[in-house]
């Protein structure tokens, strides 16, 4: 990514940052975007295979976001070991601010 193109970026980081949103870290917003764009990754460990990145990991990311009501844990009902990781509303709503705020920035220096 060149220079410029974070310059384009920089209006939705301030943004972000003056916001009352929740402040996720990179790995917090990799697991919910992947959650929420990937449909065949629902469980800790599919998105421990896809991200390469350990359970623990993944389980630590998704505590956070749980507790932000953005993702919920649901058991497994085919396989008891595993957990399904579910989308919320309230991460519907932070996934779709995000992207307007990108959106915006995109157009901000054009």
Do not use: C
Request: glycine share 4%; charged share 30%.
């Amino acid at each position: 990514m060149s220079l410029n193109e974070l310059e384009k970026i920089y209006f939705s980081v301030i943004n972000s940052i003056r916001s009352s949103q929740k402040d996720l870290s990179e790995r917090q917003k990799g697991v919910l975007l992947t959650v929420y764009l990937k449909e065949d990754l629902q469980t800790v460990r599919s998105l421990s295979r896809h991200l390469r990145i350990s359970k623990a990991a993944i389980s630590r990311a998704v505590d956070t976001l749980e507790s932000y009501g953005f993702l919920r844990r649901m058991p497994d009902k085919r396989d008891k070991r595993s957990v399904i990781i579910n989308k919320t509303v309230e991460g519907r709503v932070y996934v779709d601010d995000w992207n307007d705020s990108l959106g915006k920035s995109k157009n901000f220096l054009i």
